[in-house]
């Protein structure tokens, strides 16, 4: 029987992009990572994936989605913070399709400094932040590229913009779509669930934390994490996440 399958109309460079993610993360599914969604094929002009099979949310489900995240985000060998999936070139893509910004790919020594200036400062003369709300970011990115942020969390791979619509709950489990995969920190993508919020997050985090222990402090820097999301939707979509955007960066400014 045919498998039933999802035709998205995303082409060339992003759709290579999308695939290049989709590939990198599922190198780590032998080793017990997060499920990936299959890519069927991919042309200039769209891109097939298996249609995943939805079922409802549960607390095993999420439990156990967090303990193959934290395997998906173990990465062997030395990364650097920023790096796209190996073999791509140049910079990637992040945001809905409709709108997609690039994403830089530039690699760097501290987190700090690839949060700063790979995901902050790239996105700040776009969103609409002017004057003084535009100098508390820029002064948050000082405080970031001096390490103050920084943990002794080894580089990971992510998802890159796990919120919660791209994690599909399935009779087998969760299935991640729809990556912007890079190298960072860990904490960005469980922030991203917590952004819009993920269902049964708690059971998530402690499946993930039954793994892979976080650093202490990670819920103080959860909106820290997320606040490059909050940033790439002021560009996108302006409104109140310009105002969002500025009382997160206060906090930690």
Not at 46 to 67: C, H, I, M, N
Request: proline share 6%; glycine share 12%.
């Amino acid at each position: 029987m045919a498998s039933s399958t999802f035709t998205k109309h995303t082409s060339g460079r992003p759709a290579r992009w999308e695939v290049a993610g989709l590939r990198w993360l599922a190198d780590a599914v032998p080793a017990g990572g997060a499920s990936i969604v299959d890519v069927m094929s991919a042309d200039e002009s769209t891109l097939t994936e298996r249609r995943v099979e939805s079922s409802s949310p549960s607390p095993d489900a999420a439990t156990d989605f967090g303990r193959r995240l934290a395997t998906t985000h173990s990465l062997d060998g030395p990364a650097r913070w920023g790096q796209g999936p190996p073999g791509w070139d140049g910079p990637g893509y992040q945001g809905p399709n409709e709108h997609l910004l690039e994403l830089s790919l530039v690699a760097h020594d501290t987190w700090g400094e690839m949060y700063a200036d790979g995901r902050l400062m790239p996105l700040l003369p776009d969103s609409g932040l002017r004057g003084g709300d535009a100098s508390i970011v820029e002064k948050l990115c000082e405080r970031l590229r001096d390490g103050d942020f920084d943990t002794d969390d080894a580089a990971a791979r992510l998802h890159g913009d796990l919120w919660s619509g791209n994690v599909m709950w399935s009779p087998d489990g969760c299935v991640l779509i729809d990556p912007s995969a890079h190298v960072g920190h860990r904490e960005t993508d469980l922030a991203a669930l917590a952004l819009f919020g993920a269902p049964y997050l708690d059971g998530i985090l402690e499946g993930y934390q039954q793994t892979y222990p976080l650093a202490d402090g990670w819920r103080e820097r959860v909106p820290l994490h997320y606040l490059s999301m909050v940033l790439m939707h002021a560009v996108v979509f302006g409104g109140g996440y310009r105002g969002q955007v500025v009382e997160i960066a206060r906090r930690y400014a």
